[in-house]
């Protein structure tokens, strides 16, 4: 079915029968009823070319995904984008994916944005003084970023959690349990979320005359495996912590592992917190100890994201520039009192 065929089924004309498809705000609620549930019936698809041209608009999100041989890839992201494909969906929004070198994201955002592919663009995997950041403010494209980039000035579209009060707070309650010796498995070194963790973590410490000890503290992919890894180093230690803190569960599950073997019990030998971005398949109650989490869910920003870009391109509303969210701190079994000594 076409377009002129739904709209003589209808009995309403070509132009109000796309006017009800592209939201504007003159089709009256009724009228925009009857033209969405005569398309969900007769299962009708408006031709993206044709709706392109009438409309200036090309009803696609755009991003860029860095890849490369050996450069890893993140589960967490993929729970993201299916948020973001949750709304896209709403609205009958298409993705156009740009796989790039990860040393050209700057070239690759670019070439995106100019090629009249996308209406909107979304940023991920922020950096401190990222680069992209000046090139996405000199287009004339909507885009917001998920994250922010410490170091740059502040004077763009994000989401973001607040990194920095979620490891500020996880620290405390592991210090009003009386730890003295924390450890930390963090992301990235370069990338934003996995420096303001750590200044959540040193600022908590310094308010008890403490500070974290840079032997404890990795920053690696976020994998089991290489949780694995840095809980047998951290066990190797002359004294070796007693609290630990991960970016994500995915981290916790290979630590955790490390520290079953080596005949220790969780939240009695070593007590550990993890940022768990509620990930389907890893859920932080079913550990055989339940994992103490900082819970911040990711499918939400992705669902959230894709309302403001879509809301931006087809005028349904005003949206807040800049939100930052605060994860929530969740008390499970794999916190407890520090061990004697």
């Known amino acids: 079915m076409n377009l002129k065929q739904l709209s003589q089924m209808l009995g309403l004309s070509q132009t109000t029968v796309s006017r009800a498809l592209n939201g504007y705000p003159e089709v009256n609620r009724e009228t925009r009823e009857r033209v969405l549930q005569a398309v969900r019936e007769t299962g009708y698809r408006p031709n993206k070319a ?86 996405l403010k000199s ?70 005359g403490l500070t974290l000890d840079e032997a404890c503290v990795t920053h690696t992919a976020m994998t089991d495996e290489q949780g694995l890894f840095a809980m047998e180093r951290f066990l190797q230690l002359p004294e070796r912590p007693t609290a630990i803190l991960c970016s994500s569960t995915v981290l916790a599950l290979g630590a955790i592992r490390i520290i079953n073997q080596a005949g220790l019990k969780l939240g009695e030998d070593i007590s550990l917190i993890a940022h768990d971005d509620v990930l389907p398949l890893l859920k932080p109650e079913n550990f055989s100890v339940p994992l103490t989490t900082t819970r911040s869910p990711l499918r939400a920003a992705g669902v959230r994201i894709a309302e403001r870009l879509i809301g931006q391109i087809k005028d349904l509303g005003s949206y807040p520039e800049q939100e930052l969210w605060k994860a929530e701190l969740i008390v499970r079994a794999s916190t407890g009192a520090a061990p004697a000594g």
């Open 139 to 208: 287009l004339s494209i909507p885009f917001v970023v998920h994250g922010r980039s410490i170091g740059s000035e502040p004077d763009y579209p994000y989401l973001d959690i607040d990194n920095e009060a979620a490891f500020y707070d996880a620290t405390k309650l592991l210090l009003q349990l009386g730890h003295r010796r924390f450890a930390v498995m963090n992301g990235p070194e370069h990338l934003d979320f996995a420096i303001r963790r750590k200044m959540g973590v040193s600022a908590a410490l310094a308010e008890r």
């Open 50 to 135: 044709a709706q392109r041209l009438a409309t200036g608009k090309a009803g696609s999100l755009g991003l860029v995904m860095p890849t490369a041989p050996g450069h890893p890839s993140d589960v967490h992201f993929g729970e993201f984008l299916t948020g973001l494909g949750e709304e896209a969906l709403r609205h009958d929004f298409h993705f156009v994916i740009t796989p790039a070198d990860p040393n050209d994201e700057v070239g690759a955002l670019r070439r995106l944005a100019i090629s009249g592919n996308v209406d909107a663009l979304f940023v991920a995997y922020m950096r401190g003084h990222d680069p992209r950041l000046d090139m």
